[in-house]
C-alpha cells in the first residue's frame, strides 16, 4: 500500500548488469514537487537507472518505489502517474500531433472533452498549435521531440522523467520546454531529468545527483556539492568534473570540456 504523503521517488539498492554492471547498488531519493537533475559521464548509468525506473527494463534486484507504490510489484499502477521521455522522439509519422494526442488519451481512457482541451493546451504551450494539422513525418526531431513532450504530459503524470529533453531544440523551443517544466514543477509535480548541458541543470534543479560508474556518487543543492567539491571553479561544470574524476577508480575522468555538445547516451 502506498504511504502518506510519499517521496516522488525512492530507489533501493538497484542492480543492472549487463557484460559488466552497469548500475550497481544505487540509491537515492526524490522528493514530491522537486526539479531533480541526474547527471554523469556518458555510460555512467543514467539512462539505464531511468529505464529500470519507468518500467521498460528488468532490474537485476533492488526496490523501485513511485509516490509510494511499488514498481516492480504493481506496475500497472506505477505507470499510470509517471510520464517517461526518451532522448530519441517517438511519434507516429502518419499523425498530426492533435492526432498523436488524441491517441495517447484513447489510451489513457481519458474523457473526451477533457483530453481535447487538455491537447490544445499542451499545443499552444509548445508552440505547436499552427502545427497540429500537419503530420508529424515531415517535423524536425526538434518539433517531435515536442510533440512526444506534449504526449507524455496529457495524462496530467506525477512524475515526469525525461533523458535528455533539449537534444535537438532551437534556443527558442527550448526556451518553451524548459518553461512548461518549470510551471508543472510549481504546481507540485515532480521532474526528473539527465541532461549533458550543465548550465540548465544549474539554474533548474533543486537538487542535483552525480552517477559515476553505476553509483551515486554525489547529492544535494548546488550550494551544497559546491562546498564538497574541491575545485577552485564554482560553476557546476567545475564541481561535476571534481566529483567525477575522484570517483572514477582508473584515476580518469571523461572530457566535459563543452557539455553541450556531447554525443547523446544510448544504453547507459
Given at each position: ?161 525525461l533523458?535528455e ?33 550543465l ?13 559515476a ?7 544535494g543543492t ?17 564541481i ?23 554525443p ?5
Amino acid at each position: 500500500m502506498p504511504t502518506a504523503n510519499p517521496a516522488a521517488l525512492e530507489i533501493f539498492n538497484l542492480h543492472k548488469r549487463f557484460s559488466e554492471p552497469a548500475v550497481n547498488d544505487l540509491s537515492l531519493k526524490v522528493k514530491a514537487g522537486e526539479f531533480y537533475a541526474l547527471l554523469g559521464p556518458n555510460g555512467a548509468g543514467k539512462t539505464t537507472t531511468l529505464r529500470m525506473v519507468s518500467g521498460l527494463l528488468e532490474a537485476d534486484a533492488g526496490t523501485v518505489r513511485i509516490c509510494g507504490i511499488d514498481a516492480f510489484k504493481d506496475p500497472i499502477a506505477a505507470k499510470k502517474i509517471l510520464a517517461w521521455v526518451p532522448d530519441e522522439p517517438m511519434v507516429y509519422d502518419k499523425l498530426t500531433p492533435l492526432e498523436y494526442l488524441e491517441f495517447v488519451a484513447g489510451l489513457w481512457n481519458m474523457d473526451a472533452d477533457f483530453a481535447q482541451a487538455k491537447a490544445d493546451s499542451l499545443l499552444d504551450a509548445f508552440g505547436l498549435g499552427p502545427h497540429a494539422g500537419e503530420r508529424c513525418g515531415g517535423f524536425s526531431k526538434g518539433m517531435r521531440q515536442k510533440v512526444a513532450l506534449a504526449g507524455a504530459l496529457i495524462h496530467e503524470p506525477r512524475l515526469i522523467i525525461l533523458d535528455e529533453p533539449l537534444t535537438g531544440l532551437d534556443a527558442g523551443s527550448a526556451r518553451q520546454v524548459k518553461q512548461v517544466l518549470t510551471d508543472l514543477v510549481a504546481k507540485g509535480v515532480t521532474v526528473i531529468m539527465t541532461t549533458h548541458i550543465l548550465e540548465v541543470a544549474e539554474r533548474m534543479a533543486d537538487r542535483i545527483g552525480i552517477i559515476a560508474r553505476g553509483r551515486l556518487v554525489a547529492e544535494g543543492t548546488l550550494a551544497e556539492l559546491r562546498s564538497r567539491a574541491s575545485a577552485e571553479g564554482h560553476s557546476l561544470e567545475d564541481i561535476f568534473l571534481d566529483i567525477v574524476g575522484g570517483a572514477q577508480s582508473d584515476g580518469q575522468s571523461d572530457t566535459f570540456t563543452d557539455p553541450s555538445h556531447l554525443p547523446d547516451e544510448k544504453v547507459a
